[in-house]
């Protein structure tokens, strides 16, 4: 393993991806990490939120390193359709978080599969998978095949009752229990408790049959998906408009327009390959993408972040017991009650807010143009007011110079920018009205992004925040790219709005989720929960996942009466 480890660790530092065929077998592959998948139940109706927590079961050494540190985690349906995608945060501790089921999602068996990037050049079945159910009350249409789901055992799963005798409590009352760990055959990675209705968490989990029928095809007998090691990436390809071969050394530009504006640069490599990382961003951001080469046209092919290999899972028929047709019923009112009361912080896009901030922090010079009088031209503006700046022709054509104390200044050409947009075609930023231009700001020493080092920046922003105007580059675009979701390690009935005010209702159908319990020395784990304004019969489950993938649960069952 250790030798396979600096192989890889080799490969992604050279991006030599090419390996033998024989460490990516399915039925050798050492070099795969593992994931496993705990939710907190397993029957949802639609608009709710499914909370998780992601173990990480990769090999000591590979874990250790960090191989990678973002976990793709989606719901799709019965015909392998993505219902939802995110991301978050993964290290050698796994992860946790929550994904929040549409509202208009038809009725039916669903999978929530997660995986990593490197798990991409992996068979699909080795993901981590759950099925789980989901109601739609309000909608008549059903999501529903003709396979059956399987009662058969899993030798991978185990559940035993706990020795606590079935207690009563009453509403708003706040309960404490002391939960013993469940027997296991091996040491414990993680342990979870979660407090649910009757029946919405079932005792069997079936592991999801999964076949990959393109995964030769995609992937070939060579590495195609390199780990993220820093964090969310954004990958694909330079190649010539007109041959369509990958364009080597293509200077590669983008920008992340919300938060701090972030910058990034790279080259691409001998094939027109390139690979971004993006760490340290959260929700849906929009990115500016363009691409440089002298006297070659070319065009920027992004790839998809989330697999796209056509996958096949069992497609089960959707039926409903008249126990789960009574459980349904009353989770409906649940949820319809909890969700206009539950606290909601809404994620800042980045598309809406904008911070004042830029990634290169305070400039050395500042110029606001409205404090000056207007002169015509904008290369007359740089020349009069604008420090450090010097514009340079040469044969006619317009090249911006940043003066300074660093020697190396002239070796680069400057980042120009225009409302964090990265532009290269002098004459056309010249040809800007000034009045078009609000300031600019100017950072008078060698400065690097990424692979790229420049030799100063100038920042220029437009008033209307419109790029005032210009023509972009036709290689550039504007992408909407999903980066981090923000983890919800713990769920209680105590986060809601009024939480304690007797007029304002407490409802939920998980009453208490903690996706990281902690055992003390004698195996017995602390619960504390309230149990808000739900009455009927719940049950509290403590699910351990040891560190070969085999998980142990107790279950205690309570009811709660007015």
């Known amino acids: 393993m250790k030798t396979l480890v600096k192989l890889l660790v080799a490969s992604v530092t050279l991006f030599v991806v090419a390996l033998p065929l024989n460490s990516r077998a399915a039925d050798k592959s050492a070099g795969n990490e593992k994931v496993a998948f705990v939710t907190d139940r397993d029957f949802y109706t639609a608009g709710e939120d499914l909370y998780f927590k992601a173990c990480n079961l990769s090999d000591s050494e590979m874990a250790a390193l960090e191989w990678s540190k973002v976990l793709y985690v989606e719901l799709i349906d019965g015909n392998a359709n993505p219902v939802v995608r995110e991301k978050f945060t993964f290290g050698a501790n796994g992860t946790d978080g929550k994904i929040t089921i549409p509202e208009v999602v038809p009725s039916g068996y669903y999978y929530v599969m997660a995986y990593t990037r490197w798990m991409r050049n992996f068979p699909a079945s080795g993901f981590a998978w759950k099925t789980i159910k989901i109601l739609n009350p309000y909608s008549e249409e059903v999501v529903s095949g003709e396979d059956s789901l399987k009662m058969a055992a899993n030798k991978?799963?185990?559940?035993a009752k706990d020795s606590i005798a079935h207690q009563t409590f009453k509403r708003r009352q706040n309960v404490s229990l002391n939960l013993t760990l469940?027997?296991?055959?091996?040491?414990?990675?993680?342990?979870?408790?979660?407090?649910?209705?009757?029946?919405?968490?079932?005792?069997?989990?079936?592991?999801?049959?999964?076949?990959?029928?393109?995964?030769?095809?995609?992937?070939?007998?060579?590495?195609?998906?390199?780990?993220?090691?820093?964090?969310?990436?954004?990958?694909?390809?330079?190649?010539?408009?007109?041959?369509?071969?990958g364009v080597s050394y293509a200077r590669?530009?983008?920008?992340?327009?919300?938060?701090?504006?972030?910058?990034?640069?790279?080259?691409?490599?001998?094939?027109?390959?390139?690979?971004?990382?993006?760490?340290?961003?959260?929700?849906?951001?929009?990115?500016?993408?363009?691409?440089?080469?002298?006297?070659?046209p070319c065009k920027l092919l992004v790839d998809n972040d989330f697999i796209q290999r056509k996958l096949e899972v069992p497609n089960l028929a959707?039926?409903?017991?008249?126990?789960?047709?009574?459980?349904?019923?009353?989770?409906?009112?649940?949820q319809e009650l909890a969700s206009?009361?539950?606290?909601?912080?809404?994620?800042?896009?980045?598309?809406?807010?904008?911070?004042?901030?830029?990634?290169?922090?305070?400039?050395?010079?500042?110029?606001?143009?409205?404090?000056?009088?207007?002169?015509?031209?904008?290369?007359?503006?740089?020349?009069?007011?604008?420090?450090s700046v010097v514009v340079v022709r040469h044969r006619g054509v317009p090249r911006f110079f940043v003066s300074g104390n660093h020697?190396?200044?002239?070796?680069?050409?400057?980042?120009?920018?225009?409302?964090?947009?990265p532009l290269s075609d002098?004459?056309?930023?010249?040809?800007?009205p000034p009045e078009r231009i609000k300031s600019i700001d100017v950072v008078?020493?060698?400065?690097?992004?990424?692979?790229?080092?420049?030799?100063?920046?100038?920042?220029?922003?437009?008033?209307?925040d419109d790029l005032a105007g210009i023509d972009l580059p036709e290689s550039s675009f504007f992408l909407e790219f999903q980066t981090l979701d923000k983890a919800d390690s713990l769920h209680a009935l105590n986060d809601v709005k009024g939480a304690g005010l007797p007029n304002i209702p407490m409802m939920g159908n998980t009453l208490y989720w903690n996706s990281d319990a902690v055992a003390d020395k004698n195996d017995q784990v602390h619960v504390a929960f309230d149990t808000g304004d739900e009455t009927g019969d719940f049950e509290v489950w403590l699910t351990s996942v040891t560190t070969d993938g085999k998980v142990f649960e107790k279950c205690v069952p309570i009811t709660i009466t007015r």
């Open 426 to 432: 002098m004459k056309n930023i010249l040809s800007i």
């Open 182 to 245: 469940p027997h296991s055959d091996g040491p414990t990675c993680v342990s979870t408790v979660s407090v649910v209705r009757k029946g919405s968490h079932v005792a069997y989990h079936q592991p999801t049959e999964v076949r990959d029928p393109d995964y030769d095809k995609v992937t070939g007998d060579t590495i195609t998906f390199i780990p993220e090691t820093r964090g969310v990436s954004v990958n694909g390809r330079v190649i010539n408009k007109n041959t369509g071969r």
């Open 252 to 296: 590669i530009n983008l920008s992340v327009l919300g938060g701090e504006g972030n910058f990034h640069g790279t080259y691409s490599r001998a094939d027109g390959v390139f690979h971004f990382a993006i760490p340290e961003e959260y929700g849906k951001r929009e990115l500016f993408m363009s691409v440089e080469k002298d006297s070659v």
């Open 407 to 421: 020697s190396d200044l002239h070796l680069y050409p400057p980042l120009v920018l225009l409302d964090r947009v």
């Open 156 to 159: 991978n799963w185990h559940v």
């Open 444 to 464: 008078n020493a060698t400065y690097q992004r990424g692979d790229v080092i420049y030799g100063g920046i100038i920042s220029m922003k437009s008033r209307l």
């Open 318 to 334: 959707f039926k409903l017991t008249s126990d789960e047709r009574k459980l349904a019923e009353r989770m409906m009112i649940s």
């Open 340 to 387: 206009n009361f539950t606290l909601k912080t809404p994620l800042d896009s980045g598309k809406t807010k904008k911070s004042e901030e830029y990634f290169f922090g305070q400039p050395v010079f500042h110029t606001d143009l409205d404090k000056y009088i207007k002169l015509p031209t904008l290369e007359e503006v740089f020349y009069e007011l604008v420090p």
